[in-house]
């Protein structure tokens, strides 16, 4: 029955910031054994594996999914909130890090052309143009010159799920709706060329936040 769970568990990619170690998995993934436990126990047994500072969190979105019918039910449900748990965690923790004054509006040309002056640094991008091109993939590409930020998520804001819907589409790459100002911390920087033009500067960061200005 363990071992079953746990394949189930891996199926899902049951994992989450929220559950530091493999080990601790293991010991979350016992909760669901004891069938005879009320969905108030299974979700405290979970949260006494989560994490010191995500508790309260991982107890309420528990209770919740153990209401369901079966196992893989109970197992999404899960996986899909720690999922949404590690997003907020991850802006927080951005925030934290960083205020909104410390990001150095960068002009994305600068950018492309010497990248490792702004490594681990946080900068602000305009006038980028955007696109949700899949799974855990977000591109934002200077308007001008040869630049491309990749990032596997954008922190949640109000609009996004209009964002991932409507500038997810090819049609639409090119729309004012797509054009956004970044903040963002690179980490890593690489060269490619995809077309005759030249050399393009890819840039990769851990997380997207899009901000509010005047003029993007």
């Not at 508790?55 to 309420?60: A, G, L």
């Not at 640094?121 to 091109?133: D, G, S, T, V």
Request: proline share 4%; charged share 25%; aromatic share 10%.
């Amino acid at each position: 029955m363990k071992k079953w769970i746990f394949v189930l568990a891996l199926s899902f990619g049951f994992c989450s910031g929220a559950f530091a170690t493999d080990a601790d998995t293991e010991k979350l993934l016992s909760c669901f054994i004891a069938s005879s436990k009320s969905a108030d126990e299974k979700a405290t047994c979970v949260a006494t594996e989560a994490q010191a500072d995500q508790k309260f969190e991982v107890f309420n979105l528990s209770k919740a999914c153990f209401s369901k019918s079966d196992v893989p039910e109970q197992l999404k449900c899960i996986q899909g909130g720690l999922a949404a748990l590690d997003e907020t965690v991850s802006t927080k923790q951005a925030e934290t890090v960083f205020a909104a004054g410390d990001f150095r509006q960068v002009d994305p040309e600068d950018l492309q052309l010497g990248p490792n002056k702004f490594m681990h640094k946080p900068i602000e991008l305009r006038n980028m143009q955007c696109f949700y091109a899949d799974l855990n993939e977000y591109r934002c590409w200077a308007r001008k010159g040869l630049m491309t930020v990749f990032a596997p998520r954008v922190a949640t804001y109000p609009e996004k799920e209009k964002f991932d819907d409507f500038c997810g589409r090819k049609k639409n790459v090119d729309s004012a709706s797509c054009r956004k100002t970044l903040h963002i911390v690179p980490n890593e920087w690489r060269e490619d060329q995809p077309s005759a033009f030249g050399k393009r500067t890819i840039i990769l960061t851990d997380q997207l936040l899009f901000v509010q200005t005047k003029k993007n």
